[in-house]
């Protein structure tokens, strides 16, 4: 199986600057089976929070009328945001993967105000558009040939504690959130496992461990949010000893990593990059 994994939009611009970047992350994900030239999988991992995503793939010649299915993380606005744009631009033509909660309304609490993260739609938009979605339940799900969805993390790392300002309402009250609707994704390649991240909300360790866990393979690349812009110096350097443990050949975490851990893995890490709008990756 051939992979191409192109960020169609991320916070940072890479060299190419006629592309737009912004607070988000979106991945185009294209592979092709050897044994059957003619059968090609198109996936969307998340949308961004605008049509950035859209204008970009144009940019890039990539087709996005043939994506046919659209996964997102979590219900955060910076990952789902732009999904609405992709059905007006290019009709409902897609099936749907989230996770179990993703439409409970997330909020983030800051000096006493509440301010909304959540989605810009909700499952009577989904009717209306005739938009089927699955809500993923099972520990981990194959969607495509190698193409793997993975959620429930089991929560083992002891300094990997839940954001104390992150909350759902459940219509009568506000309750810490558990971003039991968090997915990432998984590809089996040649040299081991590609693994995709949104923002890693239950804890970069905790994700991974689970990963090395339900997989026989090593990680071989890491890309997407890991949420390290909150963690305390103790936290990072004991996150980042974790990740020079796995020695892995590709690491490009971005998005909500933060401008401290980024600058401490391009001083540490020899295989790091950043991972900004318009990178893309191939794999056999």
């Known amino acids: 199986m051939k992979v191409r994994i192109t960020t ?14 912004e607070h988000g992350l979106s991945f185009f994900i294209e592979t092709s089976d050897l044994s059957r030239t003619s059968k090609c ?29 659209i996964i997102l993380s979590h219900g955060h606005y910076d990952h789902s945001g732009g999904l609405r744009d992709f059905v007006q631009t290019f009709g409902p033509t897609f099936e749907l ?5 993703f439409f409970t309304p997330k909020y983030a609490y800051n000096n006493g105000t ?21 809500f993923l339940s099972a520990d981990t799900t194959e ?26 309402y459940n219509g009568r009250s506000y309750e810490q959130d558990s971003f039991t609707d968090e997915l990432i994704i ?20 905790n994700i991974l461990e689970t990963v090395r866990a339900r997989f026989s393979k090593p990680i071989h690349c890491l890309i997407g949010g890991t949420h390290l812009v909150e963690a305390d110096e103790v936290r990072l350097e004991q996150t980042l000893d974790f990740l020079r443990g796995l ?23 020899k295989n790091f990059f950043v991972n900004s709008t318009g990178t893309s990756l191939y794999f056999d």
């Open 186 to 205: 998984v590809l089996e390649v040649t040299a081991g496992l590609v693994v995709l991240l949104g923002c890693s909300h239950p804890g970069l360790i």
């Open 41 to 69: 999988t198109r996936l969307l991992f998340d949308t961004g929070q605008s049509n950035r995503f859209i204008y970009n793939a144009g940019l890039l010649n990539i087709d996005l009328s043939k994506t046919e299915k």
């Open 97 to 101: 993967t989230v996770g179990t909660g």
């Open 143 to 168: 969607i495509a040939p190698g193409i793997y969805v993975v959620t429930n993390f089991p929560r083992t790392c002891p300094f990997e504690k839940p954001n104390q300002r992150y909350f759902t």
């Open 247 to 269: 020695n892995l050949s590709m690491l490009g975490i971005s998005h909500c990593t933060g401008e401290r851990a980024t600058l401490r893995l391009k001083e540490g890490q």
């Open 114 to 134: 509440w301010q909304y993260l959540g989605n810009n739609f909700d499952c009577r938009y989904l009717e209306k558009k005739s938009i089927g979605a699955t």
């Open 8 to 21: 169609l939009v991320e916070n940072s611009l890479g060299e190419n600057l006629a592309l737009q970047n």
